[in-house]
């Protein structure tokens, strides 16, 4: 039976540089891997191919030779240090990539036999401008793993208990003696009887099916704190997932959404709005009623103040999240000019203009006459 492309094997074209090499074959030992296929003849078959082919073609020399003969130009080039070649089919810095992979499978005290922390859950709450002013407290549901009501956790049907794997002897895993070139390494696996629980339910709880585990609404109340923003995030630690083998809660994490205010928006912790006043206060100045976070503070208009002057109220933005002050405000003035006026007003303004100096006579040319004048139309 003749063998296949190397090329082929790893998935990679004949000009694949040395950190594609490296890529396709670490994707490829994973999937095959041994602990993640027990009793998978077709996987590991694979994966001894994926194994020798990167053990030729990421030699230099040996990818050139197999690149001008083929297969004959490598034969007896593969294969040579017998069962640790059949494991992990490479050295250097591909060595230490797949005792990282495998969680460092070579020692007794594998990450994976050991407490592991929940998942972590993710929540989107929306506020409004004020909550998120000055903070609110709020009740949420979220929907979590929680221990089964009915085995309370240990996934046997209740009046039953779980027993210990006889395999494993309770301890999830199995070791197997492997000789290398390096000398004996011990190669620690999931036993694939208990799939590393380390016990066997033989009546398995009705409700949970055996996992001990069940979803369920949870009602939390969290305190949102003032001078959040759009995007923000509050951690609430241990409000997760729950463990596995009796490690820690994930972490829940509040994500703030906040609607839009009618009237204010905001820049890091300063507010802006606009406030329209009259021709008559832009003129003359007045004394207004400015709408702000804290309600209505007094604020005087100078006489003679242009539309889109901005003033600021100091200390009436948002409260800065850790706690110290406020930012201000920022308010721009829009003079409002009336568009519909009595003959009295026109007559006062007239008489206005006239003071000023200003030629608004009924009979001067309108601006496109002064155009067509100016063209010599």
Known sequence: MSKRDFYEILGVQKNASEQELKSAYRKLAKKYHPDLNPNDKEAEQNFKEVNEAYEVLKDSEKRARYDRFGHQGVNGQTGGFGGFEQGFGGFGDIFDDIFDMFGGGFSNNRKKA????????KYRVTISFEEAAFGVDKEIKIKRTENCSKCSGTGAKPGTNKTTC????????????????FGQFVRVGTCDKCNGAGHIIEDPCPKCNGTGKDKKIKKLNIKIPAGVDTGSVIPLRGEGEPGEKGGPRGDLYIYIDINPHELFSREGNNVYCEYPISFTEAALGAEVQVPTLDGKVKYTISAGTQSETVFRLRGKGIPHIKGYGRGDQYVKVKVIVPNKLNDRQKELLKEFAKESGEDIHESKKGFFDKVKDALGG
């Open 114 to 121: 050991g407490p592991r922390k929940g998942a972590d859950l």
């Open 166 to 181: 006889d395999k494993c002897n309770g301890t999830g895993e199995i070791k197997y003696a492997q000789q290398t070139p």
